[in-house]
């Protein structure tokens, strides 16, 4: 059954009556199809400022009357510079996405429709930014779509023809679109052209001419008065001067008893029922109500820029004849008064073309359109990985999901998870979007459309400890494919013991540890989880600039490695090594040395580094990038929102010789500095900043920063989760990390809180640094002796 929404929102805007007539037309259809539904109005321009609808109402009609010129070369230039089109529409959601976001949280629709494409710019806006996750259609009332009407993240744009689909995709190739009926209200039908003469007072018989351009009135319609006038046959020219009383004025000045001068009309269905044919300029709202009606329409001299485009497109149509002069409007008039059955040809025409579709019924359709999601550019704090990567180091982060023993054998336990991956992924924008990267263009996601789980989960059963190392080192060495969304999951069983292991990876511009972490208790993990909600900046700017300023003369004198240990040129070999620490006795032991759990974590990391190193240790610091996270309020996993999120510290790790105890105490005065010095948000800021550059120039700068030019390892400490998750009802027991390496930089080691237990991840290139697992071991025998020394 189709969904029935209890509230609809529609975005409109008072700037002539044409998009305000498509936003009536939709009302009526809503209010048919969802009886009980509320449907609320915005004014767009009214929400942008109290000055807005004035100004842009003046600026419109100046240009049309005055300045045509401008008006055309402001729309051509739309079409001809595809930057300009993209600028345009980038400022007004920004202007208008802001605003519009308040009304619709005060508001709560169930779906909105857009009839202004300014509102439809601003929904855009907030679309592209994660914040509006609802039905969201726009109504292109003109027949010709200009790239400002139309939108990558709108879920559909009705158009109203197949020529105006084709032009659609020409201004927006990511564009969702499809054929609409005249966006009209019902009384706009055919009516009985007798009844409707007698109803207004008009004699029954003679060759009616209907002419309206807008509410306005503006363009060249006396001219087309005039043109009209000429024709013998002519019994009568109606016109429809709405607001434009001087134009009506001076038309009932010259005392030509076939000229009909109105000024606003309520029944213009019946008006149109009186006419012969309709003469209008714009291609708008006047030219869909007579279609509507059934009615022959000529557009002559047609307004600039959207006006001409429609024109041109309904006469392509065969809904329109075009007339550009007053001679050939005269004799096309002439021509049609003499041959009636021409003109019943063209109102047949009209009528097919409008009795194709019902109108309530394409409206009732949109509260079940699918999401779209257009391209969208990465933020420069998730393209840094994207340009990171080399040959040699891919950029992917993962994790290994080890479950408690369960009965389920593995044919279940895959057709569970490819469940879950079939319901939970379409919630989830990270794990549905493919990345785009062409040389010299700045990447971008792509929504990949429906998800296939065999695409992305793999099986293997083992029988054998062994067996699992060697699956799993074969499966975190190896590039995560980018042809599809970059994240795969392999499901590890040993039907022996009954144990299972998942093996997570994905791309790190698909955002960061926690992140990755949501992501994945969202997908697999039984029970409901909240959505995320983007991150927000915690401080002002106003605060933010001295710290960002002292942060970047910090980084400036802290440039550059102190110890040239374990980096050079980086192979494709990979080892791993994982363990887990009791999380109460790593607690207990970093209170009973007043440090922080991470502080600890890392300071038993300088020890086992220590240890590794051993003779060959030639500095008695060791640098590292300490990734710490930038999001604001509760960071736990389950609020991670998509996306990279973190900044760097860079700390120089002590491993000389010194007691662990004191090698502790170090580590966290040195994670403690950085912070009085603004380093991370001054990290933030200059990432944000290479995002201005263009994309050769930011790829460039990234790959010279993120290496072992500047440090010796990556080392991440992340907070997880304490509370038990279960997965197809089997307790959820260990997570372990898997980071990858920087390009030349032999080390990268994370651990994250789980449950009852701290994981620990350890990747090395065996090419540059020790094997993993000596390194582990080292980090085991730091903690015994720490534990063995309470």
Known sequence: MSFQPRRVLLISATIGEGHNATARAVEEAAREVWPGCEVVWLDALRIMGRWVPGAFNWIYVTNVESTPWLYDFFYDSLWRYRWFANASRRFVGAWCGPLLRREIRRVDPDLIVSTYPLGTAGLDWMRRRGELDLPVSAVVSDFAPHPFWVYPEADLHYVMSEASLRAMHRAEPEAVGAVSVPPVRRDFQPRDRTEARAEFGFPEAGFTALTSCGAFSFGAVERAIDAALRVDGLARVLVVCGRNEALRERLLARGDPRLVPLGWVEDMPGLMACSDVVITNAGGATALEALACGRAVLMFEPIAGHGRANAELMADAGLAELCPRESQLTA????????????????????????????????????????????RRLRAQDAFFVYATTPEVSQQTGAILRLEPSPEPAQVWCEHLARRIQDCAPSLPMLTRRLVVRPGRRPQW?????????????????????????????????????????????LLHDAATGRATLLA?????????????????????DGHHPA??????????????????????????????????????????????????PAVQVRARARDHGVTSSALLIGLVAEALHRAMGEQRREARFRVMVPRTARTGRDGAG??????????????????????????????????????????????????????????????????????????????????????????????????????????????????GWGEEFGFGITTDPGLAPDAGRLTAHLREAFDELRERR
């Open 446 to 490: 792509r929504h990949a459309g429906p998800i296939d789980p065999a695409l992305h989960l793999g099986f293997r059963e083992i029988g054998s400890e062994q067996d699992a190392e060697g699956l799993t080192s074969e499966f975190f060495s190896t590039p995560v494919r980018t042809d599809r969304p970059p994240w795969e999951l392999r």
């Open 639 to 752: 609020t991670a929102a998509p996306g990279n999120h973190t900044h760097s510290l860079s700390v120089d790790l002590p491993v000389g010789p010194m007691p662990l105890v004191w090698r502790i105490r170090a580590v966290s005065d040195a994670l403690a500095e950085p912070d009085h010095s603004g380093q991370p948000e001054a990290a933030g800021a200059v990432l944000a900043g290479l995002g201005l550059l263009p994309a050769p120039v930011h790829a460039w700068i990234v790959r010279r920063i993120y290496g072992r030019q500047f440090f010796n390892a990556v080392v991440s400490v992340m907070p997880g989760r304490r509370r038990p998750a279960h997965i197809n009802g089997t307790r959820l027991s260990q997570v372990l990390p898997v980071l990858s390496l920087a390009d030349g930089v032999g080390v990268a080691i994370g651990a994250i």
């Open 532 to 581: 995320s909600a983007p991150s927000t900046g915690g401080r002002s700017w106003a605060r933010r600039i001295p710290v960002v300023l002292r942060g970047l003369l910090g980084l400036a004198t802290s440039a550059g490695t102190t110890n040239p240990s374990w980096t050079g040129r980086s192979s494709h070999a990979r080892s791993f090594g994982h363990l887990t620490l």
């Open 505 to 525: 990876k994905m791309h790190h511009s698909l955002g960061d540890g926690l992140a990755v972490t949501n992501a994945l208790i969202r997908l697999l993990c």
């Open 332 to 375: 096309t008039l002439r021509r049609w008064v003499a041959d009636p059955q021409e003109v019943g040809e063209r109102e047949e025409r009209a009528l097919k073309h409008s009795r194709s579709a019902e109108f309530a019924d394409q409206v009732a359709a949109l509260a079940d359109v699918p999401r779209h999601h257009g391209p």
